[in-house]
């Protein structure tokens, strides 16, 4: 048995690489719909709502570097 308890380290996996979710197959989520069609027409690109967890998280990131939110 460990001895770290994970409530010292709450961030310690909080940015994971969304090629290794285990959910990251799934619909993207309303959070992540909502801000990827705002990101979308900031950049004057086409918002894509067939996009899974991991590939909007990657284009939310992809977005955000063109549009300079998120920094």
């Not at 690489?17 to 900031?42: F, V």
Request: glycine share 8%; charged share 30%.
């Amino acid at each position: 048995m460990t001895t770290d308890n994970p409530k010292t380290h709450p961030t310690s996996n909080a940015e994971k690489n969304p090629d290794d979710w285990t959910t990251g197959d799934e619909a993207m989520t309303g959070a992540q719909a909502s801000y990827l069609k705002t990101l979308s027409e900031e950049a004057g690109e086409t918002f894509d709502d067939t996009l899974t967890k991991a590939d909007a998280s990657k284009k939310i990131d992809e977005l955000q570097a063109k549009t300079g939110r998120g920094q």
